[in-house]
């Protein structure tokens, strides 16, 4: 008993003196990455017999609302028997390619496709919500060489570029199946990953479509369009970007991150196109590369970088300043928290993150920050 009692002190004892280091001012300035748990509820069911396709696109809006863009031409054939006349089953119909969530999951809107005077996306591929709330999206067939524009409610605002028509990556009017867009709306601009065709950072006047200013890897000014060689992990780093050029993400201190999904690694780049650094992410990937999206964390030194790693299905947290990986989360499966490849990525205002994924994964996750 003397011996229990004894060790039971200690226990006591033990627990304290790690409660406070865990409060003492030392940890508290090194700090933790976020961790986060997966809501398996969200998005709560969709209306009338409705089902997701690929889930190519997930933005997060000022107001905290989440919003989706899949691709309904997607739905696989025994998910049609309530398309048949007569219906063959209750499942299932394409739901709208756009669509507004709330924070608990609930929908709020939808809309989407083919209208008059805009080129509707063959194969729906990225989106963002702009300070206004606008809707800006793309899409990546061999055709899709144009970025759209709309209110919130699904109106029609801008196009900028044109299907079949593209020029290579350094024309200043055309596109080449871009992959992925983010504005900088105190600067009026848009900047274009350029992204599955095309090899480069591509920014416009985000009211008119006017030229800026594009860059390469590394800044260079002329990207090329060169055929390139296979990614090696231990051979020499490529002078160009892969395609796909698969995300662009701007950091509250202007930097900006590039998505150089086959070559394993995100380049950060000035505004201007000045190459800063570039950190490499699971650089043994091979099939589809590792970096497929980020999203930047949301305290206000915006320390930590989430990567959207599709091929090795997981989500890694890297440090923003050296790049350094420090945890990651997520395996190869269907069930709440794991991934087939996981496509893009947002964050919203509490930091809890949302994830989006293509091939048979085929839906939209919720995972909350729980520290």
């Not at 004894?6 to 406070?20: K, Q």
């Given at each position: 008993?003397?011996?229990?009692?004894?060790?039971?002190?200690?226990?006591?004892?033990?627990?304290?003196?790690?409660?406070?280091?865990?409060?003492?001012?030392?940890?508290?300035?090194?700090?933790?990455?976020?961790?986060?748990?997966?809501?398996?509820?969200?998005?709560?069911?969709?209306?009338?017999?409705?089902?997701?396709?690929?889930?190519?696109?997930?933005?997060?809006?000022?107001?905290?609302?989440?919003?989706?863009?899949?691709?309904?031409?997607?739905?696989?054939?025994?998910?049609?028997?309530?398309?048949?006349?007569?219906?063959?089953?209750?499942?299932?119909?394409?739901?709208?390619?756009?669509?507004?969530?709330?924070?608990?999951?609930?929908?709020?809107?939808?809309w989407g496709g083919k209208g008059d005077g805009y080129d509707w996306p063959k194969n729906e591929h990225g989106i963002h919500i702009?300070?206004?709330?606008?809707?800006?999206?793309?899409?990546?067939?061999?055709?899709?060489?144009?970025?759209?524009?709309?209110?919130?409610?699904?109106?029609?605002?801008?196009?900028?570029?044109?299907?079949?028509?593209?020029?290579?990556?350094?024309?200043?009017?055309?596109?080449?199946?871009p992959a992925h867009m983010f504005t900088d709306d105190a600067a009026n601009e848009i900047y274009i990953a350029d992204g599955y065709l095309n090899r480069r950072i591509l920014v416009l006047d985000m009211k008119t479509g006017a030229y800026k200013r594009h860059w390469g890897a590394y800044g260079i000014k002329e990207a090329t369009d060169e055929k390139l060689p296979a990614y090696s992990p231990k051979g020499v780093l490529s002078k160009s970007f892969g395609n796909p050029v698969h995300c662009v993400r701007i950091a509250n201190d202007g930097l900006v991150y590039v998505c150089d999904r086959t070559n394993d690694r995100i380049q950060v780049f000035k505004k201007?196109?000045?190459?800063?650094?570039?950190?490499?992410?699971?650089?043994?990937?091979?099939?589809?590369?590792?970096?497929?999206?980020?999203?930047?964390?949301?305290?206000?030194?915006?320390?930590?970088?989430?990567v959207a790693d599709g091929a090795n299905d997981q989500i890694v947290t890297i440090e923003r300043a050296s790049g350094k990986p420090v945890t990651a989360f997520g395996r190869g499966g269907r069930s709440a928290g794991q991934f087939i490849w996981v496509h893009n990525m947002a964050i919203d205002s509490k930091g809890n993150l949302f994830t989006a994924e293509v091939g048979y994964g085929r839906r939209a996750q919720k995972f909350k920050k729980v520290n």
């Amino acid at each position: 008993m003397r011996w229990f009692a004894s060790m039971r002190a200690f226990g006591i004892l033990f627990i304290g003196l790690a409660a406070l280091l865990h409060n003492s001012p030392t940890m508290a300035q090194t700090g933790t990455a976020p961790k986060f748990q997966v809501d398996a509820f969200w998005p709560k069911p969709l209306p009338e017999n409705w089902i997701l396709g690929q889930v190519a696109g997930i933005a997060t809006a000022p107001d905290d609302t989440i919003w989706v863009l899949h691709r309904p031409g997607t739905q696989l054939d025994d998910e049609k028997g309530a398309l048949k006349d007569p219906p063959a089953t209750k499942c299932c119909k394409s739901a709208p390619p756009v669509l507004q969530f709330d924070q608990s999951g609930k929908l709020l809107r939808s809309w989407g496709g083919k209208g008059d005077g805009y080129d509707w996306p063959k194969n729906e591929h990225g989106i963002h919500i702009d300070k206004s709330g606008n809707v800006w999206l793309g899409g990546n067939d061999p055709e899709d060489h144009q970025i759209l524009k709309f209110t919130p409610d699904g109106k029609f605002l801008f196009q900028i570029g044109k299907p079949k028509a593209t020029a290579g990556s350094n024309s200043h009017d055309q596109l080449g199946r871009p992959a992925h867009m983010f504005t900088d709306d105190a600067a009026n601009e848009i900047y274009i990953a350029d992204g599955y065709l095309n090899r480069r950072i591509l920014v416009l006047d985000m009211k008119t479509g006017a030229y800026k200013r594009h860059w390469g890897a590394y800044g260079i000014k002329e990207a090329t369009d060169e055929k390139l060689p296979a990614y090696s992990p231990k051979g020499v780093l490529s002078k160009s970007f892969g395609n796909p050029v698969h995300c662009v993400r701007i950091a509250n201190d202007g930097l900006v991150y590039v998505c150089d999904r086959t070559n394993d690694r995100i380049q950060v780049f000035k505004k201007d196109g000045t190459f800063v650094t570039e950190f490499r992410v699971e650089p043994e990937t091979l099939q589809n590369g590792s970096v497929w999206d980020l999203a930047l964390s949301r305290d206000k030194e915006q320390r930590y970088i989430f990567v959207a790693d599709g091929a090795n299905d997981q989500i890694v947290t890297i440090e923003r300043a050296s790049g350094k990986p420090v945890t990651a989360f997520g395996r190869g499966g269907r069930s709440a928290g794991q991934f087939i490849w996981v496509h893009n990525m947002a964050i919203d205002s509490k930091g809890n993150l949302f994830t989006a994924e293509v091939g048979y994964g085929r839906r939209a996750q919720k995972f909350k920050k729980v520290n």
